[in-house]
């Protein structure tokens, strides 16, 4: 067997407005709010192959709102709830740098904050990464954009933030980006018929 064989797609999915309804930044585990389809989504997409991973831009670190140690435990929290639910979500991913960060090294350009590849980056070190049959799936134009940027496909969600940057920045979103009422209707795009 070839290497190629064995590389595997991914879904990348962001966090906030597109798993969970957006709330700002995040930072009490209380105001985490599920969307209804979430977990049946997670658990299409695990039963057709595909790892799933979650990539999510943390700014909230770098700008002081909350610590390393509370995104990790959230991250902890929300994966028992999710393999409680019989889904599996095979890592997570965060970015903890803010343009206008407060705390120290965390300023400035980095290579993780979408839509920056870092984050894609570090789950191709873990696996063996079909990029080219890989989606990412998000609320923001910075998602659509960093699946440009490493060669996957791009589903906007109308959530979250989603209605907005389709409205207001959908001309300049990457061609072939794809938009869905939800993270339900991107999953049927993703296992849908023909490619």
Known sequence: ?????????????????????????????????????????????????????????????????????????LHASMDAEVRASGAVIDGWFHCPHHPRAVVSGLA????????????????CARWDIDLEKSWVVGDRDVDVELASAVGARGILVRTGHGARDARLKSETFPAGTQVAAHLMEAVTIILGPGE
């Open 1 to 73: 067997m070839t290497g190629h064989l064995l590389k595997r797609p991914v879904v990348f999915l962001d966090r906030d407005g597109t798993m969970i309804r957006e709330v700002g930044y995040l930072d009490h585990r209380d105001d985490v709010s599920w969307f209804p389809w979430t977990m049946d989504a997670i658990r299409l997409l695990n039963r057709a192959g595909y790892l799933v991973c979650v990539v999510s831009n943390q700014g909230g670190i770098g700008l002081g709102l909350f610590d390393e140690a509370f995104v990790q435990g």
């Open 108 to 123: 400035g350009p980095c290579e993780c904050r979408k839509p920056g590849r870092g984050m894609i980056d570090q789950a």
